[in-house]
């Protein structure tokens, strides 16, 4: 019975508070974490702007952190979260993990890996919708912000 | 006429120097250079073994790098060098960076962003096939030996 404090929607809660601190630090607000045996091994939020860098997003931070975590470099076993659906970018780095579940939450019908072309791995579970309004909102306020 | 010494080709000759560190290192061979007025800001070369990561192309390292130097996240002015066809995070992230041109040696018809379906930026300029043969007997000989 305890397990069942662990659902998506738990995780996704813990990826929507690292978006918050990317809120505040004036970054797009996305965050991850991921997890493994219901245990949190990485937890990053996007820091393009901070590092002047395009490759900082959080789930790119989150592979390379869940890694050396791990000690190894594929993430079978693992389960992303993130609250924004990832780029081609991140698709991409996610594909090269191997990680067996995927869970995000708003759809970027933008520029999401999806609408762009780009690919999970085939073993890779893919979860969506997962908290989507408050990911979503979240999102529409920063860029409020900024107009 | 001092500059008609800066070709593709002259480039694509760095790139491999770094393809040839990687192969000597264990790691599959690929090696990328940025360039921005015919001069190099960035040369690295593939490190997924070493780093324990599957972020760490060349191709990564390199914007992450060639960023750092400029003080700014966009590549708009610059050319990347890279010894084999980027896979779709590589694609996905020289989309971000709005690079102005990418020039690749070999195709990689497995795991290269075209059959993946991700996409470089619209106003990207794409040169490939440079040095083909030398880019793609090296990666041949890499798999070769670890046969």
Redesign the interface.
């Known amino acids: 019975m305890t397990e069942d404090i662990f659902t998506d929607e738990y995780f996704m809660k813990k990826a929507l508070n690292e978006a918050h601190e990317a809120f505040d630090k004036g970054e797009i607000p996305v965050g991850a974490v991921i997890v493994v045996d219901n245990r949190v091994i990485a937890r990053t939020h996007n820091l393009?702007?901070l590092l002047?860098?395009?490759?900082a997003h959080a789930e790119?931070q989150a592979?390379?952190s869940a890694?050396?975590f791990l000690?190894?470099?594929?993430l079978t076993g693992c389960t992303l979260y993130v609250t924004l659906e990832p780029?081609?970018?991140?698709?991409?780095?996610l594909?090269?993990?191997q990680i067996s579940k995927v869970v995000y939450g708003a759809d970027d019908t933008h520029r999401g890996y999806k609408v762009?072309?780009?690919?999970l791995h085939p073993k890779t579970q893919v979860v969506t919708g997962v908290m989507a309004e408050e990911c979503s909102v979240l999102m529409k306020e920063f860029f409020k912000k900024r107009r």
Do not use: H, L, P, R
């Not at 762009?116 to 690919?119: E, I, P, S, T, V």
């Open positions: 393009t702007e002047t860098d395009v490759t790119m592979i390379t890694a050396n000690g190894g470099k594929y780029c081609q970018m991140c698709a991409g780095a594909y090269w993990s762009m072309g780009a690919k």
